[in-house]
């Protein structure tokens, strides 16, 4: 997804996108058929490794990996003379160090696009300082990001590097979003409360029932419903098992795997995330385009989306009494409801669209690259 969509996204009167690539595969067949130049440069075996398989490797076999990376530095330095490259795009942190010794080389820039990194520590701990070292410019998706991956000390280093783009939504799924919007003219008596997350510890749904649980009382109207497919089966259980003891079941649904969220947030009025901690939760940009009211805890990049009280709500982790005080004033307040949907719907289409994605990283790689 990242590298399709960011090649076609790239002013193409100032760039011209190159891919190198390890083998044939879909990808380089698809990059071909869209024509964009594809070279091949295949790995030596000690390198074709994955999932941190090379920090298994003995001393003699590390050194061979180290002298292997070196020389597919100077082949990719090679390639980036003969067609005439100027700046380098990584989206991992082995992309990094296998063209960015190539890219200190030639004096060009090296875009580090963080993907699924692992954090650091132990020998990784090197590895993303010497990434660092390597990168002009780190691209991430949420604030907090730096932190969480690099620790404290080493992202207030770097903090000259950092920028944080958010990817976007894509054109398709917001009209389908809007589609369920305007395709809904059902009357309503329930006020629904939707949480979207594989059911496990981290996404907390126990938090949302805790939270409710007393409230159903007093608005017998409350609809929970709970969407996502079953992560960690003990976790299920104590769901299920708390929602008989407090005899929940008629208010709250498990729905399990959904491939019509668009649909479900259309005819939902409040969504909920309380997880323990988040990477960029993509759901809740969805949920402001449908124009859903949000709650959701104050963990990894949501305070980059949410801003309390303007676009929605943050609770601390775990605070029950702060989440089932919110969830009441939004069944009660309906003026809070219409101002703050309202403005959220506004931020999601100023940025939290791939046109604004694409307008921002374009900016980045232009003055990177000094056109």
Partial sequence: WVLVNLINLLDKSHFKPFFVSQQESLLTEQLSQQNIEVVIAPFTKILDVYNQGVFS???????????????????????ARQYNIHCIWSRNIKSVLLTGIAAKKLGMPLVWDIGLEKKSRGLMTVLNWIGLNLSQVVITEATC??????????????????????RGIEPMRIAAIKQAKNS????????????????HPRKNQLMLLRAIAPLVKQYPNIQVKLVGSVGDEAYFSQLETFVKAEQLEPYVEFLGWRDDIPELMSHSDLFVLCSHNEGLAYVIPEAMYAELLIISTAVGGVPDIVKHGETGFL???????????????????????????????????????????????NTVLRELCKI
């Fill in 57 to 79: 490797y003995s001393l003699a076999d590390k050194l061979s990996t180290l002298k292997a990376l070196l020389e597919y530095n100077n082949h990719i330095a090679n390639i």
């Fill in 145 to 166: 990001q730096p932190k969480n991956l690099f620790g404290s000390l080493t992202a207030q280093l770097f903090a000259h590097k950092f920028t944080n783009l958010y």
């Fill in 315 to 361: 609770v601390a982790r775990d605070d029950d009494a702060q989440l089932r005080e919110l969830i009441e004033k939004c069944i009660t307040n309906t003026n809070i409801r219409q101002s703050i949907v309202k403005r959220a719907r506004e931020v999601a289409e100023q940025k939290y669209s791939i046109a604004a994605f694409s307008s921002q990283y």
């Fill in 184 to 199: 809904n003219t059902v009357l309503k008596e329930r006020f629904e409360i939707l949480n979207v997350g594989t059911i």
